[in-house]
């Protein structure tokens, strides 16, 4: 009777366990269902299609003509001796940036003070204390070529060519759209770079994959409502895009436009569903996404 007992309470021992057992398996099987659901990170990509046709310049003070000059044929000497091709293909094509470094604002020197928005890679951004993009190494070799020493102001992208104007910085060196509007403020350099502006979607989403040209990309978005959200970076001319603008032709986006200080927080915020799409110029939006995505 001692036997039967003990083997019923074994019994019941090991059900209880298997049972036991089973759950716990289950349980981890479904844990780890929800861990991979929540390890599948969002990805951007860029649309291949140029939506503008732009060119940057550098914003100069009014009242310095004489600098408008050296400028201009500084510009002219880096296009014409492949200097400026030099700097491009570090960035274009896997060189190694060269670092800048900006002196302090010190009136009783001979300075080139430069206003810019270092959030605007691969034109201008920062590495630790440090300018590293194009315009800025452009910056550093307009110093020296005009054999000042370099300060570099970094300020939001919508106070740049202001700060020109009230003759607080001597040049605006930003990935600048040439327009009428920054025209009050500055006097335009000739153009060293041709842009455009391009847009991003998340990667699963397909609706201008076989979108070949501008005009087609334009009616796609143009079918979109007010309450979707495509986000920019503050005071460029993909926010003119979309809001409309008579000056550079932009006929405007149904879509409500969400400025921010710089494209990488709008495509973060893409990702995070807050918003529909982001536009930005092109070589900033294959940096972004590229450096977004290796962190996915």
């Known amino acids: 009777m001692k036997n039967t007992k003990m083997k019923k309470f074994l019994v019941v021992v090991l059900s209880a366990a298997l049972v036991a057992g089973l759950?716990?398996?289950?349980?981890?099987?479904?844990?780890?269902?929800?861990?991979?659901?929540g390890s599948s990170a969002k990805?951007?990509?860029?649309?291949?299609?140029?939506?503008?046709?732009?060119?940057?310049?550098?914003?100069?003070?009014?009242?310095?003509?004489?600098?408008?000059?050296?400028v201009n044929a500084f510009i002219k000497e880096v296009k014409e001796d492949g200097t400026l091709d030099e700097i491009c293909d570090k960035y274009f094509g896997g060189g190694e940036p060269a670092a800048v470094e900006s002196a302090k604002l010190d009136e009783s020197k001979d300075q080139l003070v430069v206003a810019t928005n270092a959030a605007f890679e691969p034109f201008e951004y920062t590495k630790g204390d440090k300018y590293v993009?194009?315009?800025?190494?452009?910056?550093?070799?307009?110093?020296?070529?005009?054999?000042?020493?370099?300060?570099?102001?970094?300020?939001?992208?919508?106070?740049?060519?202001?700060?020109?104007?009230?003759?607080?910085?001597?040049?605006?060196?930003?990935?600048?759209?040439?327009n009428d509007e920054r025209k009050q403020y500055v006097t335009?350099?000739?153009?060293?770079?041709?842009?455009?502006?391009?847009?991003?979607?998340?990667?699963?989403?397909?609706?201008?994959?076989?979108?070949?040209?501008?005009?087609?990309?334009?009616a796609k978005?143009?079918?979109?409502?007010?309450?979707?959200?495509?986000?920019?970076?503050?005071g460029t001319t993909a926010q003119s895009y979309i809001e409309g603008d008579e000056a550079f032709g932009f006929?405007?986006?149904?879509?409500?436009?969400?400025?921010?200080?710089?494209g990488s927080l709008a495509v973060q915020d893409m990702l995070n569903g807050n918003i529909k799409y982001v536009i930005i110029d092109a070589a900033p939006a294959t940096a972004i996404t590229e450096a977004i995505n290796a962190m996915q």
């Open 188 to 218: 335009f350099s000739d153009t060293y770079y041709q842009a455009s502006q391009r847009l991003i979607v998340p990667s699963d989403d397909d609706t201008f994959d076989d979108l070949k040209d501008a005009d087609a990309v334009a």
């Open 43 to 70: 990805t951007a990509k860029v649309i291949d299609v140029d939506l503008t046709n732009e060119e940057y310049a550098f914003g100069i003070d009014k009242d310095q003509p004489e600098l408008v000059e050296q």
């Open 251 to 262: 006929e405007g986006l149904p879509a409500t436009c969400q400025p921010y200080k710089s």
């Open 221 to 234: 978005l143009g079918e979109l409502k007010k309450e979707d959200k495509i986000g920019v970076q503050q």
């Open 133 to 178: 993009g194009i315009d800025m190494e452009l910056a550093a070799l307009l110093a020296e070529k005009l054999g000042k020493e370099l300060v570099i102001q970094n300020m939001d992208f919508d106070a740049v060519c202001l700060s020109v104007g009230q003759h607080k910085c001597d040049i605006a060196i930003a990935g600048l759209t040439v």
């Open 23 to 37: 759950a716990a398996g289950c349980g981890s099987k479904e844990d780890g269902k929800e861990e991979d659901k």
